[in-house]
């Protein structure tokens, strides 16, 4: 039976129960639960704290699980990044008092408090600057105001926390984060159980990023129609009962359809009288 970590709480949690759910497994129903089974596809769920997943997985006791690549780097752990999974996206960078530093090289000797010191003390080692790293549980922003450290390290979205408490991210983002699979280094690839758990995975993904179109055209102008519409592998082309046309059916970026149907139209294609945009699993 396949082995499984899953964030118990914070925002990796739910959408990696949704995740879970689309993709077919059974999932708990009450947050107080720690462990549950699902006989039909034989897989066992562990819920854990989000920091800790990557350890558990380390160790063997557990043979997957799903956790912040964020929190996968900080902890150190023997294990790696098989699958990105799209969500709880996030950007790390550094932020100081305005004209406090231009870049990490200006890191040199001070001090930089952060909830992450594994992340940030492996990105000041490999651009070879010396600067000491304070550990602090959150509200890092309050760090440079009280004297603890000049600069910090956290995660940065909107920018308006930063800018309330007066500070201005500086230099390259630090890393880029998002919800991943992962495994234990060096374990076995192609354990069937695993790749089946990747392949719903990735099913599930195709099916939020992609929606099939359908459309008909002219003969003359498919190789144009089927240039904005290539699909995943290769569009599905079907004569019609009359001579001169066919319809064509292609997975389209959902981001882009509306655009895609536009240019179809241009060409001649019958986009917006038959175009039926339908949502697909796989």
């Known amino acids: 039976m396949l082995r499984i970590a899953v964030p118990n709480k914070g925002s990796l949690s739910g959408p990696a129960g949704e995740m879970l759910h689309e993709a077919g497994y059974r999932q708990r129903r009450e947050s107080k639960e720690l462990r549950i ?13 989000p920091r800790d997943i990557a350890i558990y997985v380390s160790s063997g006791k557990l043979d997957i699980g799903i956790t912040g690549r964020d929190l996968l780097i900080d902890s150190g752990a023997e294990a790696e990044e098989i699958l990105p999974l799209g969500f709880a996206r996030s950007t790390f ?29 492996g990105h000041l ?65 192609d354990e069937p159980k695993v790749q089946q758990f990747l392949r719903r995975l990735q099913g599930v993904l195709v099916a939020r990023t992609y929606v099939m179109m359908d459309y008909d055209c002219r003969v003359e102008q498919l190789e144009k129609a089927v240039a904005l519409t290539p699909g995943l592998e290769s569009p ?23 655009r895609i149907m536009d240019d179809l139209y241009d060409i001649g294609a019958r986009a917006i009288l038959t175009t039926a945009i339908h949502a697909c699993r796989l």
């Open 93 to 121: 960078r550094f932020a100081a008092k305005p004209g406090t530093a231009n870049g990490v090289e200006d890191l040199k000797g001070r001090t930089v408090a952060t909830s992450y010191e594994g992340i940030v003390a």
């Open 37 to 49: 089974v699902d006989p039909v596809n034989e897989v066992e769920f562990f819920y854990l704290r």
């Open 236 to 258: 599905t082309v079907s004569p019609l009962h009359n001579e001169g046309w066919v319809a064509v059916r292609a997975m389209v970026p959902a981001k882009e359809a509306q």
């Open 125 to 189: 080692a490999d651009h070879g600057i010396e600067a000491s790293v304070v550990h602090l549980d959150g509200a890092v922003e309050t760090a440079i105001e009280l004297g603890v450290a000049e600069v910090i390290a956290d995660v940065v979205e909107t920018g308006t926390s930063l800018r309330n408490a007066g500070l201005e991210v500086f230099g390259e983002p630090i890393m880029k984060s998002e919800a991943v699979v992962i495994r234990r280094t060096g374990a076995d690839a």
